[in-house]
């Protein structure tokens, strides 16, 4: 039953254990809040300005990603998305994946795709392509807020290759290869 409950629930609890040893009366009690586990966000970041603190804090990572411009030198974090993630985008994941200079993922917008697509896949993202209008649709509506600064390309890719199909490598390397910056 402890471990459903919060962490700052189980301090306040062992505080009130600790004061009823110690025989003081309830009305002694100085509730000693955490703001960062009692509050809402609104609160919190209210009560942050109130102590110059930086909230919600940001490791170094997360500050390189969102402050370092795209750079030649600069390795480019490559999403496919497909419907179900079985085919057309893991082929362009493999594809991509060998070459110098790229990282890619790829991910699905069915909820019964092998990988499907999150928040986080979206954030890590430098250039987003999608296989067909749907699939930029569906995206604009489930993440509309964090695609406003993130270009997403239409492949115009049909669902009618298998994986790793050669007709469907040609395709990729040739629509791909032309939206990529040089």
Known sequence: ????????????????????????KKSQWISEKNWKL????????????????EYPKRTFRQALDNELPLKAGHMKKLLFVCSRNQWR????????????????RSAGTSPNARKTLSAADIQWADLIFVMEKKHRNRLVADFGRLLQHKPVHVLDIPDEYKFMDPDL??????????????
Do not use: C
Not at 1 to 21: I, Q
């Open 1 to 24: 039953m402890n471990e459903l409950r919060s962490r700052a629930w189980r301090r306040s609890k062992t505080r009130v254990k600790a004061k009823r040893k110690t025989g003081e």
């Open 38 to 53: 009692m509050y809402t966000r609104g609160e919190k970041l209210r009560r942050a300005k109130q102590l110059s603190v």
């Open 169 to 182: 490598i040609d395709e990729l390397e040739v629509r791909v290869g032309a939206l990529l910056p040089e």
């Open 89 to 104: 985008s893991p082929t362009a994941e493999h594809l991509w994946r060998q070459r110098p200079g790229f990282s890619a």
